[in-house]
């Protein structure tokens, strides 16, 4: 997650959801849930994403 956050931190990169559910779902990963951003961040060249603060909560296990 941090690796994406950081490639995201140009002028004009979108912050999309689907990237951001990648970054997560690493082996040993059964299920994410995703509490924000609530749609795509669409940017425009002369926007830049900022990431002050995220958390990852370890749910437990489905088995």
């Known amino acids: ?3 994406y ?7 004009g990169r979108d912050i999309r959801r689907s990237a951001i559910f990648a970054a997560l779902h690493v ?4 299920r994410v849930e ?3 951003p609530l ?3 669409v940017l425009n060249k002369t926007q830049a994403a900022s990431c002050t ?11």
Request: aromatic residues 4%; hydrophobic residues 35%.
């Open 5 to 11: 956050i950081a490639s995201q931190t140009r002028l």
């Open 27 to 30: 082996e040993g990963v059964q």
């Open 1 to 3: 997650l941090q690796k």
């Open 34 to 36: 995703l509490a924000s």
């Open 39 to 41: 749609a795509d961040m």
């Open 53 to 63: 603060q995220w958390s990852v909560t370890n749910g437990g296990t489905d088995e």
